[in-house]
Nanobody, 128 residues
Framework: QVRLTESGGGLVQAGGSLRLSCAASGSTFTDYAMGWFRQAGRNEREFVAALNWAGSTTFYSDSVKGRFTISRDNIKSTVSLQMDDLRPEDTAVYYC?????????????????????WGHGTQVTVSS
């Protein structure tokens, strides 16, 4: 079972940048497609970005496309989320997610909240 640990959250002003990182351990990193989700208050957890094991296929939600970039380092077993031009509505707890090949299903389930293994999350707060 893969274990995920997020880091890099914090407080930033609108228009600023943050870089989140997720370190994976306990299993073969390249066996997993990786993603980021977020949850603001009592809202449902929502998809942000995801990529396949090689990093050759990426998905983004419409709300972050063009501002956020997901990447992975298969040597270091990490996945990162570079967040630029942050907005107050980006404020949320950000969670790292790992999906097996079966769960990923060639990308069909990249945004499915019910699948995968989760980290504990890191808080991102964007002030206006």
């Amino acid at each position: 079972q893969v274990r995920l640990t997020e880091s890099g959250g914090g407080l930033v002003q609108a228009g600023g940048s943050l870089r989140l990182s997720c370190a994976a351990s306990g299993s073969t990193f390249t066996d997993y497609a990786m993603g980021w989700f977020r949850q603001a208050g009592r809202n449902e957890r929502e998809f942000v970005a995801a990529l396949n094991w090689a990093g050759s296929t990426t998905f983004y939600s419409d709300s972050v496309k063009g501002r956020f970039t997901i990447s992975r380092d298969n040597i270091k077993s990490t996945v990162s989320l570079q967040m630029d031009d942050l907005r107050p509505e980006d404020t949320a707890v950000y969670y790292c997610n790992a999906k097996t090949v079966e769960e990923w299903d060639s990308g069909r389930h990249h945004g499915t909240v019910q699948l995968g293994t989760w980290g504990h999350g890191t808080q991102v707060t964007v002030s206006s």
